[in-house]
């Protein structure tokens, strides 16, 4: 094959000796003559811009200048400047030095998601050469004093402006622990604004290496009070607490660590149920040890039953329901397995423990909806009491429809009598009480006449002591987000709860009005109870932004419906921060990652920069 000489050929492939393809738009092309013009032709006609680059040759540039002139005039490239000559200036080369620092604080910021290996590789500083070969990138020093001093100030800055705007704030703490000994203990804050809209930050967050662990409890107990931003006492409305930073002798705030004690405890109390899933996890053992096994397994799946192949679910220690998760795997792979312990040898899953697996499934699964509600940053406490009501009704339901079935009939009445024991304050504590009240997709359904009285008298306390919200915004439109009324629902929590909402009943009672001075304020509270509850898949701050007419509620809604349901914030930022504590190890300190995980966080929760 004779060398191609022309720059024409980039855009062509020699399919033989007089025929080209063009690799553009495919099509074939004779070259009887074994030229390229008909090849020039048909870019300068088909393929414009094209036809434009191969000006790269100096001494053909007014001739394709001319060529696009003459042959189509009137298309848009005609019009085109080609300043081939001139190449754009090098902003490293002028004197001013904010476009250096730009890049380098772009590239410290890179850093949040990488490894300071990263930018030290072979890969990435060729990249860097051949992008700007007159950038030179810094040690590990230069960057982490960028992020750690200069971008940290500008977030401590954005932070306290940021609290600033809210009226009341709810804290949460939160603690993970890895299985080296590493960990997260984390302070986050969430609070609405004036415009009703709701935000979330970062306060503080600690990296914990093998050094800090031991001193882990005054890390727990200064997280509040040592606050680089300073937060005024009356601003603070509650403290959720996680099951790891939960105060000695106490039971966690966060309902989700609640939830999963009351399972936990229900689980190791059932010696049955502990014992299958034992058997459950020398299956999953088998065929994770096993590749030839695992094969098979997946042969008598496709082949033999015609199905798409499942997997088996093994056993994480770091999950609460891991164990429940593992035996409903095993389960949906019944017919399989059963066909493999025919021909080999497995530990045997009699008749009557396949039905108490299906059964336990069956109770776990409006706890697992539950969790995963509550574990959703938008859930506020307002969620708390209805959830736990219609996991009482399941599981009483449970208790007398598994009654044939000792081991679950046994598991699901000890998982009540812990839901009871655990969250028994919800009822009393007004915190939870009157973010339910003031929530328009739950109102008074949930409570008791003495209930509906404390909420009542706590709303006139409350607004004796805040003034009057005179920024409230004009009227706008209820907009239904995620509306799923009109589809089936697949959710066993949110059926039970559908059910308890449509058979109560709302009190309407007429207001008492002999306390003079608070006539108003009774004459208020008792148009909101008749007005109709609106539908669980609506937001509740769009609904009260849109009915001004309670803005001397506004103050109070804000601040009870701040508290969110739970406080899971340092897992995911755990999991996805995992290079920094192998920094750590290299020699970033303590001190600087906290830092970064502390910007981390917040970029995550705004997604945008800190400018």
Request: charged share 20%.
């Amino acid at each position: 094959m004779s060398k191609k000489k022309s720059n024409v050929w980039q855009y062509f492939y020699k399919t033989s000796g007089t025929v080209a393809t063009c690799l553009l738009c495919n099509r074939n092309y004779s070259r009887r003559g074994r030229g390229t013009t008909c090849l020039r032709n048909h870019l300068k006609s088909k393929h414009p811009p094209e036809f434009l680059s191969l000006s790269g040759d100096i001494k053909y540039l007014d001739l394709v200048k001319s060529e696009i002139s003459i042959g189509s005039p009137q298309h848009p490239t005609a019009q085109l400047e080609l300043n081939l000559h001139e190449t754009d200036s090098d902003p490293l080369d002028t004197e001013d030095i904010s476009y250096s620092k730009r890049c380098d604080e772009k590239l410290a910021l890179m850093l949040l998601n990488h490894s300071f290996e990263f930018i030290e590789g072979p890969g990435f500083v060729n990249f860097i050469r051949t992008l700007q070969p007159r950038y030179t990138i810094q040690p590990r020093s230069y960057y982490e004093k960028i992020l750690c001093e200069d971008i940290q100030r500008k977030m401590h800055q954005h932070l306290k402006q940021q609290v600033d705007l809210l009226d009341a704030i709810s804290l949460s703490t939160s603690l993970w622990r890895g299985d080296k000994g590493e960990g997260l203990l984390s302070l986050s804050c969430s609070g609405i604004s004036r415009d009703f809209q709701t935000h979330r930050l970062m306060l503080k967050c600690e990296a914990l290496n093998y050094e800090s662990t031991s001193k882990l409890a005054c890390c727990i107990r200064d997280l509040v009070p040592s606050l680089a931003i300073e937060v005024p006492k009356e601003k603070i409305h509650c403290v959720i607490r996680d099951e790891m930073t939960a105060l000695p002798g106490s039971l966690p705030d966060c309902s989700v660590h609640r939830l999963q004690m009351c399972v936990r405890f229900a689980l190791q109390s059932n010696e049955l149920l502990q014992n299958l899933s034992s058997k459950c996890k020398q299956i999953v053992d088998h065929f994770a040890s096993s590749k030839m096994a695992n094969d098979h397994l997946k042969f008598i799946q496709e082949i033999r039953l015609t199905r798409d192949p499942c997997t088996l679910t093994p056993y994480d220690p770091c999950q609460w329901n891991s164990a429940f998760q593992m035996m409903s795997s095993v389960f949906r792979m019944k017919d399989a397995l059963s066909l493999y312990c025919e021909e080999y040898s497995l530990v045997q899953i009699y008749p009557d423990e396949w039905i108490e697996i299906d059964l336990c499934s069956k109770v776990m699964q409006p706890c697992e909806e539950t969790i995963k509600i509550w574990s959703n940053p938008s859930t506020t406490t307002s969620s708390v009491i209805p959830l736990v009501a219609a996991l009482r009704d399941s599981l009483r339901t449970d208790v007398h429809n598994f009654v044939s079935s000792v081991t679950i009939c046994s598991f699901a009445r000890k998982l009540l009598e812990e839901l009871e024991m655990k969250f028994a304050h919800i009822t009393s504590d007004i915190n939870f009480l009157m973010a339910t009240y003031l929530d328009p997709r739950y109102k008074q359904a949930f409570f008791t006449e003495r209930e509906e009285q404390l909420v009542a008298n706590e709303v006139l306390l409350q607004l004796a002591g805040v003034p009057e919200d005179c920024n409230g915004q004009p009227p706008l439109k209820i907009i239904k987000v995620s509306s799923t009324s009109s589809q089936k629902n697949e959710s066993k929590i949110d059926s039970i709860l559908d059910s308890i909402l449509t058979t109560g009943t709302t009190n309407t009672q007429q207001p008492n009005t002999s306390m003079g001075s608070q006539s108003q304020i009774k004459n208020l509270l008792y148009l909101y109870n008749s007005e109709p509850r609106i539908d669980r898949n609506m937001d509740p701050l769009i609904w009260w932004r849109s009915n001004i007419k309670y803005i001397s509620l506004y103050g109070i809604v804000r601040k009870f419906l701040s508290a969110p349901a739970a406080s899971v914030v340092s897992e995911g930022l755990f999991r996805k921060s995992t290079h920094l504590y192998f920094d750590m190890q290299a020699g970033l300190s303590p001190e600087s990652a906290s830092k970064m995980l502390l910007m981390k966080a917040n970029f995550s929760f705004s997604n945008s920069e800190i400018n």
